[in-house]
């Protein structure tokens, strides 16, 4: 007898969790692998959910004062060598272009010119930190120019070795906001806005929770003085990092030379900022809300709140369905959601029902209504919620489009706390080692993926735990900062230890 | 005694066209040359103007049906192989990465690590062509996938010698869509309507005025079958092609092997199109409106509509002035212009008020409104359009928030009849090659700027003319679609001819 398959995706998240995640993203029609090695396509359904991240993110940022700006995507190789840190950290894994034209190779096909060699190679950035700083440079010259709040939208290229798509491509989309100030404390209370942009961001837009918190020496961005970071707990009880804001000390303004003459009339070198997030955004949103049926999609990023289905076996029942839905549709679009009118899609493709239906499940509309001709008699609509599964059921028209909105934010709320349980549900803390190694090793023979969550341990930042930690493959994910300050022990060291870590497995 | 600049921005176009053009993307703070050869630096204003492009042309193509995707940033050497002409067309000015990382170079500083060589090159794309048609030949299966109507939004390289902000740039950024269809009267439907909505867009947005037309064989896009555009004329009298629509036929269908299973069950090559406009469009922007003062943005495309500027000496005049400016930007916020709430900007910086107030003038916001203790006193705002320049009016307050509307209306529908009558000033019909040849030939010992214009002439599409327009330095601009169809002799070879071109120097 042929085994009946238990859900949408195959395998399921308990059978085979990376590969489900892959399917996910090929069932929702969010991206496929390109023929770049390690390039993504990022198909229309996941492009509109990075497009809906893009618009929410972007008047976050003009709220608070940023200004979007381009810059080029190439920068010279010598820009690199100015900062020792920076250079270390992105000169192993980057493209470089070394020539400008090809030419037919005499042994066939095209070949790079060898007279069309650049004098200095190009580097496809990797983050802009060393071009904007030489531009910075040139804008700045009085503490009047100051404070520069920018924004860019970009792509960027980092040679990833094993990459996965959304959370570890070469090329990726992002912003990366870069800003200069006149002091340390107007910079540090940058770093530390946009990291409350991202995490507010995160919970009440993505429906995901996430830890504030700073990183330790040994993961900090390259280059900075301090990184702060969001953390977000995985169905699989892996953390992601989803977003970074780094304080940049005048560690780039040195290598860069971004100067001012301050008030009384002297030189100072300036003091800068990076944060950005990027497209790895959907990769936590799929980990995040997905289940074994596909996506979920949160209804603030979703590119249709609501998919209406006409149903119907001939003309007849078409003519008497199709106006019927048409005016739904208008009706539910006179109906806001936070903020902007709900978004519906029709589909009236011509396709099996059942198949059409599963499309949009496995993609994560929020709300699915199918419509006949005899919810059309009875002035219905047949509601189906994709975080509640089941069935459906039968709902009066005025009673579901008068509360649509309210359904979409029970939706958004729901999906937010359901993470913020599974979360708590492994979430525990430890002080003592071996209970430690315990927590982080596989316990259960048939599903070792269950085992590890978020830790929080007293920790003192020293290089010498990092052999412990590597063995466990466990990692410091941050010092949150809403934690508690009690004082205890670290765990590693048995020194004195005045905050708890959040330790985790990681992506 | 020295001389009194005559206007903001030196030298005027009759002194130095060229020079004025780079002198007002200076003082408009549009952009600026990088530390990359051919690289811009987009500054905050003309980025501003590019996201107003970006999003009222992202509204039209959505409204046309078609969605946003993205693609790798580069394309393997041998996707360029497959299309014959494409790379010719390209193959000459491509950025070409060939390693993935860096390394110590042992004579200093680094170089491109030789164990890193990638065993095929890859072309930062100048047009997607080849890596999309690859996508869509795994997407495409049977009819019923057709249309397939997809956009992009990117940055892309072609390596040029010489370089023009906005004009032509090594990286530019642009948006390219790409389509494929069941049948050939769908695709060259798909290649028009673009072309429409480019037209429209730069009428009734831009204010530019265009001609549609067809290229002619020797200007069409490497591999296809037909090539249209819209051609705009600048002040000096050259034309700017400032977007393209291609029809590509089976060409890159046959190339990429993009089939489909037709209706009777058969395999069939589709048929593909691709269109596009880029930051060009802000060069054509400055080159059709902007004047010896500097920029004039549209109202439609600028960043702020109406900019307040307040003007006080001390406190106690702020604590009247600042109040009244406020509630003036909320009372002119709450009017709508083009569908859209009116956007207002605050300039309150601390700077000498004629500084301040050239700025805006030279960034071209379409209307400054000063105001001071008298205006308040008044209950009046001191207006001045862009447009009209001179001093500017006192003004009811009142008067000028139920007018603002009207105003900036106005002020687009007249940049627009000026763009237009400037441009029929220097057309022509000719019918003779000497006074053709006379048309195109500088006259004017002081001014050899002057001569020249779009010349309507009858034309047999052959290579053998482009001897006399090389020299001329001339080039065939479209044969306009909404021409007239009367026959005619072509000019050059006396063959018989059907329709007339437009012929102009161009960028």
């Given at each position: 007898?042929?085994?009946?398959?238990?859900?949408?995706?195959?395998?399921?998240?308990?059978?085979?969790?990376?590969?489900?995640?892959q399917?996910?993203?090929?069932?929702?029609?969010?991206?496929?692998?390109?023929?770049?090695?390690?390039?993504?396509?990022i198909?229309?359904w996941?492009y509109a959910?990075?497009?809906n991240?893009?618009?929410?993110?972007?008047?976050?940022?003009?709220?608070?004062?940023?200004?979007?700006?381009?810059?080029?995507l190439?920068?010279?190789?010598?820009?690199?060598?100015?900062?020792?840190?920076?250079?270390?950290g992105?000169?192993?894994?980057?493209?470089?272009?070394?020539?400008?034209?090809?030419?037919?190779?005499?042994?066939?096909?095209?070949?790079?010119?060898?007279s069309?060699?650049?004098?200095?190679?190009?580097?496809?950035?990797?983050?802009?930190?060393?071009?904007i700083?030489?531009?910075?440079?040139?804008?700045?010259?009085?503490?009047?120019d100051?404070?520069?709040l920018?924004?860019?939208?970009?792509?960027?290229v980092?040679?990833?070795?094993?990459?996965?798509?959304?959370?570890?491509?070469?090329?990726?989309?992002?912003?990366?906001?870069?800003?200069?100030?006149a002091t340390?404390?107007?910079?540090?209370?940058?770093?530390r806005?946009?990291?409350?942009?991202?995490?507010?961001?995160?919970?009440?837009?993505?429906?995901?929770?996430?830890?504030?918190?700073?990183?330790?020496?040994?993961?900090?961005?390259?280059?900075?003085?301090?990184?702060?970071?969001?953390?977000?707990m995985?169905?699989?009880?892996?953390?992601?990092q989803?977003g970074?804001?780094?304080?940049?000390?005048?560690?780039?303004?040195?290598?860069?030379?971004i100067?001012?003459?301050?008030?009384?009339?002297?030189?100072?070198?300036?003091?800068t900022?990076?944060?950005?997030?990027?497209?790895?955004?959907?990769?936590?949103?799929?980990?995040?809300?997905?289940?074994?049926?596909?996506?979920?999609?949160?209804p603030k990023?979703?590119?249709?709140?609501?998919v209406?289905?006409?149903?119907?076996?001939?003309?007849?029942?078409?003519?008497?369905?199709?106006?019927?839905v048409?005016?739904?549709?208008?009706?539910?679009?006179?109906?806001?959601?936070?903020?902007?009118?709900?978004?519906?899609?029709?589909?009236?493709?011509?396709?099996?029902?059942?198949?059409?239906?599963?499309?949009?499940?496995?993609?994560?509309?929020?709300?699915?209504?199918?419509?006949?001709?005899?919810?059309?008699?009875?002035?219905?609509?047949?509601?189906?919620?994709?975080?509640?599964g089941?069935?459906?059921?039968?709902?009066?028209?005025?009673?579901?489009?008068?509360?649509?909105?309210?359904?979409?934010?029970?939706?958004?709320q729901?999906?937010?706390?359901?993470?913020?349980?599974?979360?708590?549900?492994?979430?525990?803390?430890?002080?003592?080692?071996?209970?430690f190694?315990e927590?982080?090793?596989?316990?259960?023979?048939?599903?070792?993926?269950?085992?590890?969550?978020?830790?929080?341990?007293?920790?003192?930042?020293t290089?010498?735990?990092?052999?412990?930690l590597?063995?466990?493959?466990?990692?410091?994910?941050c010092v949150?900062?809403?934690?508690?300050?009690?004082?205890?022990?670290c765990?590693?060291?048995?020194?004195?230890?005045?905050?708890?870590?959040?330790?985790?497995?990681?992506?």
């Amino acid at each position: 007898m042929a085994k009946q398959p238990k859900s949408a995706i195959s395998p399921t998240r308990a059978e085979d969790y990376p590969e489900w995640y892959q399917q996910v993203v090929k069932a929702a029609d969010l991206a496929e692998n390109s023929d770049v090695r390690g390039c993504m396509v990022i198909k229309p359904w996941g492009y509109a959910i990075w497009e809906n991240i893009q618009k929410n993110l972007d008047a976050r940022f003009k709220a608070t004062g940023h200004e979007n700006a381009y810059f080029p995507l190439f920068i010279p190789m010598s820009f690199l060598e100015k900062e020792a840190e920076h250079v270390e950290g992105f000169a192993k894994e980057c493209a470089v272009v070394t020539h400008h034209r090809l030419e037919p190779d005499p042994a066939g096909g095209l070949r790079p010119a060898p007279s069309a060699e650049l004098q200095e190679p190009l580097i496809v950035r990797p983050t802009s930190e060393t071009i904007i700083g030489a531009t910075f440079a040139r804008w700045v010259e009085s503490h009047r120019d100051l404070p520069i709040l920018i924004n860019q939208w970009a792509n960027v290229v980092r040679w990833e070795m094993r990459t996965r798509m959304f959370l570890r491509t070469t090329e990726f989309l992002w912003q990366e906001g870069h800003t200069v100030h006149a002091t340390e404390e107007e910079a540090v209370a940058e770093t530390r806005q946009m990291l409350d942009v991202y995490a507010d961001f995160a919970e009440n837009v993505m429906a995901m929770p996430v830890i504030k918190g700073e990183k330790t020496s040994g993961e900090r961005f390259p280059g900075a003085v301090a990184t702060y970071s969001i953390e977000a707990m995985m169905q699989d009880r892996k953390a992601l990092q989803a977003g970074t804001s780094h304080f940049l000390g005048q560690n780039f303004a040195k290598a860069q030379e971004i100067k001012f003459q301050n008030v009384a009339g002297e030189l100072e070198h300036a003091w800068t900022t990076s944060w950005g997030v990027s497209t790895r955004l959907v990769g936590g949103l799929i980990m995040t809300h997905a289940d074994d049926d596909g996506l979920i999609v949160p209804p603030k990023l979703a590119p249709a709140q609501v998919v209406l289905l006409p149903i119907y076996r001939n003309e007849e029942e078409a003519a008497k369905v199709l106006p019927y839905v048409e005016e739904l549709k208008q009706e539910l679009e006179a109906q806001e959601y936070a903020g902007e009118p709900v978004r519906v899609k029709v589909d009236n493709r011509d396709m099996r029902g059942g198949e059409k239906k599963w499309q949009w499940v496995k993609r994560g509309v929020p709300i699915r209504a199918e419509i006949g001709p005899r919810d059309v008699a009875e002035d219905g609509v047949f509601v189906s919620r994709r975080d509640l599964g089941g069935k459906g059921q039968g709902t009066p028209r005025g009673e579901f489009i008068q509360r649509i909105s309210a359904t979409l934010n029970g939706i958004q709320q729901g999906l937010f706390d359901r993470a913020a349980k599974a979360r708590d549900e492994v979430t525990v803390r430890i002080d003592d080692l071996d209970e430690f190694k315990e927590f982080f090793t596989p316990q259960n023979e048939d599903h070792p993926e269950i085992h590890g969550g978020l830790a929080y341990c007293h920790f003192v930042d020293t290089p010498e735990i990092e052999e412990t930690l590597k063995k466990l493959k466990v990692t410091v994910r941050c010092v949150p900062i809403d934690g508690d300050d009690e004082p205890g022990t670290c765990l590693f060291t048995g020194q004195p230890s005045e905050k708890r870590a959040v330790f985790a497995k990681a992506y």
